[in-house]
């Protein structure tokens, strides 16, 4: 079955994934140009990722109990129906708004998707698939900000905006014209996966934090890096978004190898190796002086994730063969989002305070917390 459903679920993730990464290198720039501060610009990242955190255990416990079909559809025409909410937006405050409903959205996309291929995949395969799945959705993340810089210098930052709207509607339809349901899955042992158990396992707590800590990183990178190019090494928004998807688009080509890589060598490992890997070039990041040093960087840290990333989704499919794949992708996906909700207000706040190079020192000392518990908790 995987070999027949995976190309749709793969090619509805890469659409709309495309579109979000379009508006990656355009939104900080836009909510400047709307006059946000550093604070404000954590509180429009952040706020996406805070309130994609706060309903993803729900959509996770809903997709095990009725469904993933039917909610990865929803929130893929709610995703697209904001771009206008985007072009829209006059202040800070309504770009804030607009990302709250995103993150909604986004609560019954992305782990619903992960859980569907969780569902699908066989025992023993889990790294391969899980890399088959994250290049599609980081292919689709990395070549958006290429389009999107483009479009922006050409045709103005609205067509971005158009863009993602398009994208995600494209992914509706072809989801819910095309994507079966899943058959009945394969971790029903309670009607009502229990949390409180899932939160006994030291796997996941591991597992938690490792994503926790990796991903405000990336958080610091995505929101700041614009910043830092723009105004300190005066880069123009197709450069700013050559960085950006050179180090997503790294990612998702190596993720394919690093899932097999996942299948034949330690995993727990793998995660450690590329967790000092991530946080060795955010540190490096203050120090780069030109374009092609930044592309450096940003090369290496598509190898950081490239390695760890395959190696943390096939052990979440494990557990969730156990708790419920939904809802153990949902706490997984939980981590990312309180990190990259969390980060920028963090970052935000130390860009105002102290200055843009400490948002990337901080986020390389957050990463090297976060691995040092996930060998504990893993132990």
Not at 121 to 127: D, L, T, V, Y
Not at 135 to 153: E, K, S, T
Not at 156 to 172: D, K, R, T
Not at 297 to 320: D, F, Q
Request: include cysteine; glycine fraction near 12%; proline fraction near 4%.
């Amino acid at each position: 079955m995987i070999k027949r459903v995976f190309p749709i679920i793969a090619l509805s993730v890469f659409s709309s994934m495309l579109g979000v990464g379009i508006i990656a290198p355009i939104l900080p720039l836009y909510a400047d140009n709307l006059g946000a501060t550093g604070i404000w610009l954590g509180m429009i990242f952040g706020g996406f990722s805070i309130s994609r955190a706060i309903f993803m255990p729900f959509m996770g416990r809903l997709s095990d109990r009725y469904g993933r079909k039917v909610l990865i559809s929803i929130g893929l025409l709610i995703y697209s129906a904001t771009a206008l909410g985007l072009i829209w937006a006059e202040n800070e405050v309504q770009l804030t708004l607009v990302r709250l409903v995103q993150g909604f959205a986004a609560s019954m996309i992305i782990p619903i998707a992960e859980a569907y291929v969780g569902d699908i995949c066989p025992e023993g395969q889990e790294g391969t698939w899980i890399g088959y799945y994250y290049f599609a959705f980081l292919a689709g993340f990395g070549c958006g900000p290429f389009i999107g810089g483009v479009l922006a210098d050409h045709l103005g930052m609205n067509s971005a905006f158009l863009a993602l709207g398009g994208l995600n509607l494209i992914a509706f339809i072809v989801v819910t014209f095309f994507l079966p349901e899943t058959p009945e899955r394969k971790a029903e042992a309670s009607p009502v996966p229990s949390f409180k158990a899932m939160s006994e396992s030291g796997i996941v707590r591991g597992l938690f934090v490792f994503r926790f800590s990796f991903y405000m990183g990336a958080a610091a990178f995505v929101t700041f890096l614009p910043i830092f190019a723009d105004e300190y090494l005066f880069l123009s928004p197709t450069r700013i978004g050559i960085l950006l998807g050179a180090n997503i688009l790294l990612v998702s080509v190596f993720e394919i190898y690093g899932g097999y890589i996942a299948d034949r060598f330690n995993r727990r490992m793998l995660i450690v190796i590329g967790s000092v890997v991530n946080l060795t070039w955010l540190a490096l990041i203050p120090q780069a002086h030109s374009f092609w040093h930044l592309l450096v960087l940003c090369i290496i840290g598509g190898l950081a994730g490239a390695i760890a990333l395959p190696a943390a989704g096939a052990l979440v499919i494990e557990e969730g063969r156990k708790f419920g794949m939904g809802s153990t992708f949902a706490i997984y996906a939980m981590a990312m989002s309180l990190g990259m909700g969390i980060g920028p207000l963090i970052s935000g706040a130390m860009a105002d305070w102290v200055s843009i190079y400490s948002v990337f020192y901080l986020a390389a000392a957050v990463g090297l917390a976060g691995t040092g518990l996930f060998i504990w908790l893993t132990r």
